[in-house]
């Protein structure tokens, strides 16, 4: 029985550790990056993890704040009418602004909208995929 409870107190370690050492890839990925770079990386992700968790039909796999248009900075800010990102296997548009840290390495505030599903005969001239 204890090595029974032992095994069990042992799991959820395993599933932290693959979290973690992909959130330590990620971090030391988003180093290499110029600032304006990583913090169009970090919004990419927020974007996904917000749409995924609000009260929407979407969970989005990819997101990309640089589609339709470019995005504009504005300090630790970026602000975008072109964004997208894809879900069950389909792309769909937003926008959004957000505030980053300083560092450029966090997210401090979010906000988005999302807009019309893109057209798959787009797909290709705007860079996305299936």
């Known amino acids: 029985m204890k090595y029974a409870l032992l095994v069990l107190a042992a799991v959820p370690a ?38 995924d968790r609000d009260p929407t039909p979407y969970h989005p796999d990819r997101a990309k ?16 009418n072109g964004g997208a990102f894809r879900s069950k296997g389909k792309w769909y548009s937003y926008s959004f602004v957000c ?9 401090l505030s979010f906000s988005y ?8 005969t787009k797909w290709a001239s705007y860079g996305l995929w299936r």
Request: with cysteine.
């Open 14 to 51: 395993l599933w932290v550790a693959p979290a973690a050492a992909v959130d330590a890839r990620f971090y030391n990925s988003l180093k290499r990056l110029d600032p304006d770079t990583r913090l169009e990386q970090v919004c990419d992700i927020e974007a996904m993890n917000r749409i």
């Open 65 to 80: 704040s640089d589609v339709l248009s470019t995005p504009r900075h504005i300090g630790d800010t970026v602000k975008g």
């Open 99 to 107: 505030k980053g840290s300083p560092d450029h390495y966090k997210v």
């Open 113 to 120: 909208k999302i807009g019309g599903p893109i057209p798959e």
